[in-house]
C-alpha cells in the first residue's frame, strides 16, 4: 500500500519508490555565504552532461547572463546587488562621495531585457517587481529607465553594500509534482532519493513543467523534451561526486547525505548568526514544509524571493487525492442523475 | 528476449507485481537508466594533468575513451586545488575538443585576400626559407666599435607563458643560436 | 583573487574559516569583495600612497617586529652621507641626470662602499629591463655593512625609511587615493596586530601591480611592510603574486625574453660584457656575499648545455656564440620598429598582441608591415586575423590588397596532446601526461622549433660562414618517437636539470655543478628537478597522505623550497619564533637545520657561524642571514642599487591622471621608459594644460569567466555564453552626469582610440574624494577582440604605451578618458574623432609629459611651497 504521506508531509522517497534498502538519500548543500559566483557548478555540469548552449546574451542582472534554471542550463548562479550591510563587513562605501543605491533600477532594467526562460509557470526573474526585491531596495514601482540612473530622490548616499551570489539548482522535493504527474514514467524516483527525467521515454508532453512549484524543469525547444539537474545519476551510481559540487571552488556546494547535510547546515546558521549574520537561514531543509523538503537545500542571506525563489512552495499535487475524491464524487454523482435520468424516462 | 521477460520487463507489470505501487521509482526505471555509468568509469585511460589557464596551476585528470578526451576534471589528489575547478578549469574539455580548433595549416600569400590550404611540411621548410633570409638580410656581426653583436634584429617572437618549460628551453636555445635576440612573453606584458 | 584565480581562493575563504580578516582593495567591488571583511575602493595607481601610508603607520608606532628587523632587514645599515631624500628635492633622488631621465645611483650606497657594483649604467639596465635579473637574487652589494642595531643612527636605514614615508599621513591617503581615513585605520591596525611571533600576514597581489608604470615600485612597498612585520620567510607570510597564465612563471625562469638567459642570467651586453670573465664577474661581484658568487659556474653549465662537445675551456664556452643586447629590444620597442618597417618576420606562439598587449591599433598596424607572421595557436585569434577583420579595415588604415604581410597559421597542440612541465605561480614545477594525440596539423612547440632547428641546420651544413657556427655546433640531437617525430619533453627537462658528462648522471642540486665543462646544466635554479634520474615533476603523492607542505606533489625550484628564505622562519639563534608559527628550525642535537619544508640555508651551518673578515660567496653568508641571495644576507627595506626609480617607493602619478600629485611637485616617475613615436600619443596630464580633456580614470583587469585575450574562453561555448558581451562598469553618479543608462551603449575616448561598450550601471562602482575634487573611474574587461564566439571591442586599444623602468612593463591599468553616450562612430567619422580629441587636448603635435615637473609650484597641495 502506499505510505500514508505518499504524497504529502514528511517521507523518505526512495523506499517508498519500490526501493528495498536503498541508500541513504543524497543531496545539495548549497551554502550561498561562501559562494563567489565563479560558474565553475554552470560549466562543470554543462561538460559533463552535455547541455547545449543557452544563449548569448547580456541579461544586466548584475554578472548573471543564465538569467534562469532552464532546460539547457541546470544550474544557475543568482546575483543580487543590494544597498544593504552584509554583517561580517564593514560598509563598502563609507565615506565616499556617492549618491543613493542604484540596484532596483539596474536589476528591473536587466530583467525587462532577460530572454524567455521557457519556463511556464514557475517564479518569473524577467518581473521588474521581483527584480526590484532581488535588489533588496525600495519597492520598484516606475518604469525602468525613465530617468537617468542616479538621479534618484536625492536620497542618503548609500554606504552599505552587498554581492549575494547563489547556486541554484532542482531542488529533487520529497514530493516531486513533476514525477507525480508524468505520465509515461519517464520521471522517476532514483534509489538515492532524488529525481530524474529519463531521455529515453520522455515523451515531450510538458505535464511536469507547470507541475513544478519552483519553475525548474523545462523544455528543451529543439527536441521537445524535458531536462534538469539529474544531481548526476551516473555519477552518483559508481560513488563519484556530482559534477558541480567536485568543481566548486568554495564548498558553496556539498554533496552528501542528507541527513548529515542537515546537521552540518544547522551548525553553519548557528556559527553565522554568533558572527552577527541573523539573516542567514535554510531554505527547502525542513521535511514538513509544502513539498517535504527538499534533496537540494540553501542556506539563504536574505528572504527566499530575494532570490527568486518561491517563499512557500508546495507541491502542486498535494491535493490530488482530494482533488480525485470530488472528481469521483462528481462523476458518481453524474452516473447517478444519468440513470435516474435515463430511468425516470420510463413510463 | 522471450515473451516473458519482455512481459516483465513492462514497467505496469513491475508497478503491479513490484513494491513500487505508484510506479514512481524502481518500476519506472527505463533500460537506459539501468545502463548508465559513469564515462570516466568506463575511459580507456586517465592522464594526470594541469590546468592550461592561469599559474594557479590546479590538477586535471583527463580521461579519454576511443582516442578522444571525454571528460575534465579536477584532480583530487592535488594539494593544490583538492580536485577543484573554476569555470576556465570546468571547461578544459569543451577548449580541447572545440569545433572551432584549427586543425590545419593556413596560409595567407601577400597581398591575399582568402586563407588557403598548405602542406605542414611545406609550411615548416617555407619558415626555414624566411628565417634564414631575414637572418641574412639582418645580421650583424660587430658594432661600430668592432665589438660582437652575433644577431639579428630581423626577427622577433612573442609568446611563451601559456607554454611548457621544456618549449621554452628549446625556444630560447634555437633562436639564441641563430642570432635571435627579440624574443619575448606575456612576462613582459 | 575569486575573480581571477577562484581555486586558490579556497585557502583564504579556509583562512576565514579559522578567524582570518580578509581586506581587499580594488578599483571596484569585485566577488573577491563581496567576501570580504573589509573593502577599500581606490583610485587606480595610488597604491604606493596606500601602502607608504602603512609603513608611516608602522614605523610612528614602533609597530614593527623589532628583533626580526634588526637581525634580519637592512634597517640597522648606514647609507653614505651623498644620499638626499624625495622630501628633500620635490620628489626625486639624489643622482638624478635630467639629459637622459635616470639616476647616477652612486649616492644610494651603504656608508663605506666606495662604488656600487655593477658594470652597467642606469639608462642601460633600463633599456635592458636589469631588474629581471633580480627575480632570484638581489642586486649586487658589498657583503660588509656597517650597521647601529640601536637603529637610532640618523643615516640608518630604518631612520631614513622614517623620514621618506613621514608625509604619508591618514589624510593623505585620503587625499591620494580616495580612502576615508577609518577604513585606512581599520587595515593598518588589522595588518600590524596580526603580524609578529604568533601570527603573520600576507599580502597578494594579481600581477596588475606590475603594470604600472612604478609597478616593480608597488611590490617592493609590500615587501617593506611584509619585512617590517615580519612576515618573510614565514608560513602565512609572504608577498604572493597571482600570475595569470600557465606557466608564466617558468617562462620567466626559462626565460623566453630578450635579456634573460635560463635561471636569470643576463644576455650578453655589447659593451659591458665582451668576454666570458667580464660576464661572469658582473654577475658575482667578486666580494659579494651569497650563491650569486658561482655565477660562472651556472654561465659555463648553460653554454655547455647549449653547444655541448663544442663548449671547451679553450674557446670559453662558446660565450662568443651568444648574441649581444645594444638597449632595448623588447615586445613594445619591437611593435613600433614594425611600424617603421625595421623588422621581417614575427613569431606568435599562443600569444595575442592584437587583443592583449597595450595600444593594440599599433599591435596591428605593426603586424600589417612585416614580411611574415607565424601564428601559432588552437583557435583562429586576431592576431592572425587582422589583415580581414582588424578594426583598421573599417577606418581603411589595413586593406588586404595593399597589406604585404605573409601569415602562416599551424595549428598548436593543447595542453593534453603533449607532455611537459608548467611551472606555476609558487614555482611550482608539475608534469602533465600526454593523454591523446594532436588532431590533423596541430603540433607541441617542442615539435615546431626541434624540427624548425633541424631543417635550418640541414640547410647550413655545408656553410662556412662564421655566423652559421652557433646553430651548427648546437646540441640538438634529441630523441624523437611516435607518428609525427615528437622530440622527447623529458630528455629536454634532464638537460635542463642538467648531468655530469662523463658518466650522464643527472644531478642532483646546483651545488654539484662544476666550472670546468665537466657538467652540464641548461637552468641551475631547476636543477634537482630531474635528480636520482626521476622526473620529480611527475611525482603525485596525494595531498591528503603529506603534511600541508606536500613536499612530495611536484618539484619546487630552488631544490623542492616551498617557502623562500624560510631560516627566517626560526629566530637568530634558530629556535621558531613561536610554537604556533614553527616551521624550519636549528636542530643542536643533530647541529643541523630541519622542519617540514626544505631548509633554505646550508644544512649544517649553525646559527651562531659567522664569516670571516673577508669571506665572501656563500663563506660570507652569517648563520642568522636568512637572505642568502642578498649581496649583505639582508632582506631590503631599503635598496642600495638595483632599483632604478629609486631606493625607496614613492608615490608617483600614473602617467595619465586627472590630478596633480598631491604628494610632490614631481608629477610621475621621472625614470619612466617613454617611447617617442607618431603612433604613441599620450593624454596630457597635470601640469600639462588640457587634462580635462579626459576626466575620467579608466581601469581594466579579468573576469572570472574569461582569460586574458579571450582566445582560450570567447572561442569556448560554455564560458562564451556567462560573459556574452563587452560591457563598461559605471557609478550611478557617473551615468547621470554622462546620461549613460544601464545596457544602452557608451564608448570611451582617448588619444589612441574610441572603444565601445554596452553600459553597466552599478553600485559596485563608486566615485571617490581626491584631494577635494570628485573623480569618477571605470572599468572595462579586456577580453574582447573581433573573433570567436562572442565578440566585442579591445579595451586595450585605449592604452598608449608608457613602461616602468626596470622591467620595460607596460602602464595598462590606468588611463585617463571621456566617457561618452552612444555607440562610437564608425570609418573615417571614428578616425575624426580621436583626432578631434588630440586636437582639444593640444596634442596633434607630439608633446610628451615632461619627465621633470619640481620647477612647477602649482599644486594646490604643495607641502613644499
Redesign the interface.
Known amino acids: 500500500?502506499?505510505h500514508a504521506n505518499?504524497l504529502y508531509g514528511p517521507l523518505d522517497?526512495?523506499p517508498?519508490?519500490?526501493?528495498?534498502n536503498p541508500p541513504p538519500r543524497m543531496g545539495f548543500f548549497t551554502d550561498t555565504s561562501?559562494c563567489?559566483?565563479?560558474?565553475?557548478c554552470?560549466?562543470?555540469c554543462?561538460?559533463?552532461n552535455g547541455v547545449p548552449?543557452?544563449?548569448?546574451?547580456?541579461l544586466?542582472m548584475?554578472?548573471d547572463?543564465?538569467g534562469a534554471l532552464t532546460a539547457n542550463s541546470w544550474r544557475h548562479v543568482a546575483f543580487v546587488?543590494q544597498?544593504r550591510s552584509?554583517g561580517?563587513?564593514?560598509p563598502?562605501?563609507?565615506?565616499?562621495?556617492?549618491?543613493?543605491?542604484?540596484?532596483p533600477?539596474?536589476a528591473a532594467?536587466?530583467a525587462r531585457?532577460s530572454t524567455d526562460t521557457g519556463t511556464d509557470p514557475g517564479l518569473d526573474t524577467g518581473s521588474p517587481a521581483v527584480a526590484a526585491r532581488m535588489s533588496g531596495g525600495p519597492e520598484f514601482l516606475g518604469m525602468?529607465?525613465a530617468q537617468?540612473?542616479?538621479?534618484?530622490s536625492g536620497a542618503e548616499g548609500?554606504t552599505d553594500?552587498?554581492?549575494?551570489?547563489m547556486s541554484d539548482v532542482c531542488k529533487h522535493c520529497t514530493h516531486a509534482a513533476c514525477?507525480?504527474v508524468c505520465p509515461t514514467?519517464?520521471?522517476?524516483?532514483?534509489?538515492f532519493g532524488t529525481v530524474?527525467v529519463?531521455?529515453?521515454?520522455c515523451n515531450g508532453c510538458g505535464y511536469c513543467i507547470s507541475a513544478c512549484p519552483y519553475g525548474v524543469i523545462d523544455q528543451r525547444k529543439d527536441d521537445g523534451r524535458a531536462w534538469k539537474c539529474t544531481l548526476?545519476?551516473?555519477?552518483l551510481?559508481?560513488g563519484?561526486t556530482p559534477?558541480c559540487a567536485?568543481?566548486?571552488?568554495?564548498?558553496s556546494i556539498q554533496y552528501g547525505e542528507l541527513d548529515e547535510l542537515r546537521e552540518r547546515a544547522a551548525a553553519r546558521v548557528a556559527k553565522l548568526h554568533e558572527r552577527g549574520v541573523p539573516e542567514a537561514r535554510l531554505y527547502g531543509h525542513d521535511p514538513n514544509d509544502g513539498v517535504g523538503g527538499d534533496g537540494a537545500f540553501f542556506l539563504l542571506l536574505d528572504e527566499p524571493e530575494v532570490y527568486g525563489l518561491p517563499p512557500d512552495p508546495i507541491v502542486t499535487t498535494r491535493d490530488l487525492p482530494a482533488m480525485w475524491r470530488r472528481a469521483g464524487l462528481a462523476a458518481m454523482t453524474m452516473a447517478v442523475a444519468a440513470a435516474v435520468a435515463f430511468l425516470g424516462r420510463r413510463p | 528476449m522471450g515473451v516473458r521477460s519482455w512481459f516483465e520487463g513492462w514497467?505496469v507489470y513491475r508497478q503491479l507485481t513490484?513494491?513500487?505501487?505508484?510506479?514512481?521509482?524502481?518500476?519506472?526505471?527505463?533500460?537506459?537508466?539501468r545502463a548508465?555509468?559513469?564515462?570516466?568509469?568506463t575511459a580507456d585511460s586517465v592522464a594526470r594533468s594541469v590546468c592550461p589557464y592561469c599559474a594557479v596551476g590546479c590538477g586535471q585528470r583527463v580521461f579519454v575513451k576511443d582516442g578522444r578526451v571525454s571528460?575534465?576534471?579536477?584532480d583530487p589528489d592535488s594539494p593544490i586545488s583538492r580536485?577543484?575547478?573554476?569555470?576556465?578549469?570546468?571547461?578544459s574539455?569543451?577548449l580541447v575538443t572545440s569545433p572551432l580548433r584549427q586543425t590545419t595549416v593556413r596560409y595567407r600569400r601577400p597581398y591575399g585576400t582568402e586563407w588557403e590550404d598548405l602542406d605542414l611540411d611545406t609550411a615548416l621548410n617555407m619558415i626555414a626559407d624566411r628565417v634564414l633570409a631575414a637572418r641574412d638580410e639582418t645580421w650583424e656581426d660587430v658594432d661600430a666599435e668592432g665589438r660582437p653583436l652575433n644577431r639579428t634584429l630581423g626577427i622577433s617572437s612573442l609568446g611563451g607563458a601559456t607554454l611548457d618549460n621544456e618549449e621554452n628551453y628549446l625556444i630560447k636555445k634555437l633562436f639564441t643560436a641563430m642570432g635571435a635576440l627579440q624574443i619575448e612573453n606575456q612576462a613582459r606584458i | 583573487m575569486?575573480e581571477a584565480h577562484?581555486?586558490g581562493?579556497?585557502w583564504v575563504?579556509e583562512a576565514k574559516r579559522r578567524g582570518a580578516k580578509v581586506f581587499h582593495v580594488d578599483p571596484r567591488?569585485t566577488?573577491?569583495?563581496?567576501?570580504?571583511?573589509?573593502?577599500l575602493?581606490i583610485r587606480a595607481g595610488t597604491d604606493i600612497a596606500l601602502l607608504g601610508g602603512v609603513v608611516r603607520y608602522i614605523l610612528d608606532n614602533e609597530l614593527d617586529f623589532r628583533e626580526y628587523v634588526v637581525a634580519y632587514t637592512n634597517a640597522a645599515t648606514i647609507v653614505t652621507e651623498e644620499y638626499a631624500d624625495t622630501e628633500d628635492i620635490h620628489g626625486l633622488f639624489s643622482g638624478f641626470n635630467d639629459d637622459n631621465a635616470t639616476y647616477d645611483q652612486a649616492s644610494w650606497r651603504y656608508q663605506g662602499h666606495s662604488q656600487n657594483q655593477t658594470t652597467r649604467d642606469s639608462e642601460t639596465q633600463r633599456e635592458t629591463a636589469a631588474g629581471l635579473e633580480n627575480e632570484s637574487h638581489g642586486a649586487p652589494v658589498g657583503g660588509e655593512t656597517e650597521r647601529d642595531e640601536t637603529l637610532q643612527h640618523p643615516r640608518c636605514v630604518y631612520q631614513i625609511l622614517k623620514r621618506h614615508f613621514a608625509r604619508y599621513t591618514p589624510e593623505m591617503v585620503e587625499r591620494v587615493c580616495?580612502i576615508?581615513?577609518?577604513?585606512f585605520f581599520?587595515l593598518a591596525r588589522a595588518w600590524t596586530e596580526n603580524s609578529g611571533r604568533d601570527r603573520t600576514g600576507m599580502l597578494v597581489y594579481s600581477v596588475g601591480w606590475t603594470q604600472h608604470s612604478v609597478g616593480v615600485q608597488y611590490i617592493r612597498t609590500g615587501a617593506i611592510i611584509q619585512l617590517l612585520l615580519g612576515n618573510v620567510g614565514r608560513p602565512g607570510g609572504g608577498v604572493m603574486a597571482l600570475r595569470g597564465h600557465a606557466s608564466i612563471q617558468g617562462s620567466t625562469d626559462i626565460p623566453t625574453l630578450f635579456n634573460l638567459l635560463p635561471g636569470y642570467l643576463p644576455m650578453p651586453h655589447h659593451a659591458n660584457h665582451p668576454t666570458l670573465d667580464e660576464w661572469v664577474d658582473s654577475i658575482a661581484h667578486p666580494g659579494q656575499k651569497g650563491f650569486w658568487g658561482n655565477a660562472r659556474t651556472y654561465g659555463v653549465n648553460l653554454l655547455k648545455a647549449y653547444w655541448g662537445d663544442a663548449a671547451t675551456a679553450d674557446n670559453d664556452y662558446c660565450y662568443g656564440y651568444l648574441p649581444r643586447m645594444t638597449g632595448d629590444h623588447g615586445t613594445y620597442q619591437q611593435v613600433l620598429d614594425m611600424i617603421d618597417g625595421k623588422l621581417k618576420g614575427y613569431f606568435l606562439l599562443g600569444q595575442n598582441p592584437a587583443v592583449g598587449s597595450a595600444h593594440g591599433r599599433a599591435q596591428r598596424l605593426g603586424m600589417a608591415n612585416l614580411d611574415w607572421l607565424v601564428v601559432r595557436d588552437l583557435f583562429m585569434i586576431e592576431s592572425a586575423t587582422f589583415w580581414q577583420n582588424a578594426p583598421e579595415i573599417e577606418t581603411g588604415e589595413i586593406a588586404p590588397e595593399r597589406c604585404r604581410t605573409e601569415v602562416f597559421f599551424l595549428p598548436a597542440a593543447s595542453h593534453v596532446e603533449k607532455e611537459g612541465t608548467f611551472t606555476q605561480t609558487q614555482r611550482l614545477l608539475q608534469w602533465r601526461e600526454k593523454a591523446v594525440e594532436p588532431p590533423g596539423d596541430a603540433r607541441s612547440e617542442l615539435w615546431f622549433f626541434y624540427h624548425l632547428g633541424r631543417v635550418i641546420r640541414e640547410r647550413l651544413a655545408t656553410s662556412t660562414k662564421p655566423r652559421d657556427r652557433a646553430l651548427l655546433d648546437l646540441a640538438w640531437d634529441y630523441p624523437t618517437h611516435g607518428p609525427t617525430d615528437e622530440p622527447s619533453a623529458e630528455a629536454v627537462l634532464r638537460e635542463i636539470n642538467g648531468y655530469d658528462v662523463a658518466t650522464g648522471r643527472p644531478l642532483a642540486s646546483f651545488t654539484e655543478m662544476k666550472d670546468d665543462g665537466s657538467t652540464v646544466g641548461g637552468c641551475w635554479i631547476y636543477t634537482g628537478v630531474y635528480a636520482d634520474g626521476v622526473n620529480q615533476a611527475a611525482r603525485r603523492k596525494p595531498g591528503s597522505e603529506q603534511s600541508l607542505v606536500a613536499p612530495e606533489w611536484g618539484w619546487a625550484w630552488p631544490a623542492n623550497r616551498r617557502i623562500l628564505y624560510n631560516r627566517a622562519s626560526a629566530d637568530p639563534d634558530g629556535n621558531p619564533w613561536s610554537e604556533r608559527k614553527r616551521y624550519v628550525w636549528w636542530d643542536a642535537d643533530k647541529s643541523e637545520w630541519t622542519g617540514y619544508d626544505v631548509p633554505d640555508f646550508e644544512k649544517t651551518k649553525p646559527p651562531s657561524y659567522r664569516p670571516a673578515h673577508d669571506a665572501s660567496g656563500v663563506a660570507g653568508i652569517a648563520g642568522d642571514d636568512p637572505f642568502i641571495l642578498q649581496g649583505d644576507g639582508k632582506g631590503w627595506l631599503y635598496a642600495p642599487t638595483g632599483v632604478l626609480d629609486g631606493p625607496m617607493p614613492t608615490h608617483y602619478e600614473p602617467v595619465e591622471s586627472p590630478v596633480r600629485n598631491p604628494l610632490y611637485r614631481q608629477q610621475a616617475n621621472p625614470t619612466r621608459k617613454v617611447y617617442t613615436h607618431p603612433i604613441n600619443t599620450l593624454n596630457p596630464s597635470p601640469p600639462q594644460e588640457h587634462s580635462q580633456v579626459f576626466p575620467y580614470v579608466f581601469t581594466v583587469s579579468r573576469?572570472?569567466?574569461h582569460h586574458t585575450a579571450g582566445g582560450m574562453s570567447r572561442t569556448v561555448?560554455?564560458?562564451?555564453?556567462?560573459?556574452?558581451?563587452m560591457?563598461v562598469e559605471v557609478?550611478?553618479?557617473?551615468?547621470?552626469?554622462r546620461?549613460?543608462?544601464?545596457?544602452g551603449w557608451a564608448h570611451l575616448v582617448t588619444s589612441r582610440a574610441a572603444v565601445e561598450a554596452?553600459v553597466?550601471?552599478?553600485?559596485?562602482v563608486?566615485?571617490?574624494?581626491v584631494d577635494g575634487r570628485?573623480i569618477h573611474q571605470v572599468w572595462l574587461p579586456y577580453h574582447f577582440g573581433y573573433e570567436g564566439?562572442?565578440t566585442g571591442d579591445s579595451a586595450n586599444d585605449l592604452f598608449g604605451i608608457t613602461l616602468d623602468p626596470n622591467v620595460l612593463i607596460q602602464e595598462s591599468k590606468v588611463g585617463t578618458c571621456d566617457v561618452r553616450p552612444g555607440r562610437r562612430p564608425r570609418g573615417q567619422d571614428l578616425v575624426d574623432l580621436v583626432v578631434d580629441y588630440r586636437r582639444r587636448s593640444g596634442n596633434l603635435v607630439h608633446r610628451y609629459p615632461p619627465m621633470v615637473t619640481t620647477d612647477v609650484a602649482d599644486s594646490s597641495s604643495d607641502q613644499e611651497a
Open positions: 500500500m502506499p505518499a522517497p526512495a517508498d519508490a519500490g526501493y528495498e561562501v563567489i559566483g565563479c560558474k565553475a554552470e560549466v562543470a554543462k561538460e559533463w548552449e543557452s544563449g548569448l546574451d547580456l544586466g548584475s554578472y547572463n543564465t546587488e544597498p552584509a561580517w563587513a564593514t563598502a562605501f563609507a565615506g565616499d562621495p556617492d549618491g543613493p543605491a542604484i540596484s533600477v539596474t532594467a536587466g531585457t525602468p529607465g537617468p540612473p542616479g538621479r534618484g548609500r553594500f552587498r554581492w549575494l551570489m514525477l507525480d514514467g519517464s520521471l522517476f524516483r532514483t534509489e530524474v529519463q531521455e529515453d521515454i548526476c545519476y551516473d555519477r551510481g559508481v563519484m559534477a567536485q568543481a566548486c571552488p568554495t564548498e | 514497467p513490484g513494491t513500487d505501487p505508484l510506479g514512481r521509482g524502481a518500476a519506472a526505471k527505463s533500460d537506459g537508466s548508465l555509468t559513469a564515462r570516466t568509469d571528460q575534465i576534471e579536477g580536485g577543484r575547478l573554476c569555470p576556465k578549469g570546468s571547461a574539455k569543451s | 575569486a577562484p581555486v581562493f579556497q575563504m567591488f566577488r573577491t569583495s563581496a567576501l570580504a571583511d573589509s573593502y575602493p580616495g576615508p581615513q577609518e577604513k581599520e573576469l572570472t569567466e561555448s560554455p564560458l562564451a555564453e556567462l560573459q556574452p558581451e560591457f557609478s550611478p553618479e557617473l551615468a547621470a552626469l546620461g549613460l543608462s544601464h545596457l554596452k553597466l550601471v552599478t553600485d559596485r563608486t566615485p571617490l574624494r570628485i564566439l562572442v
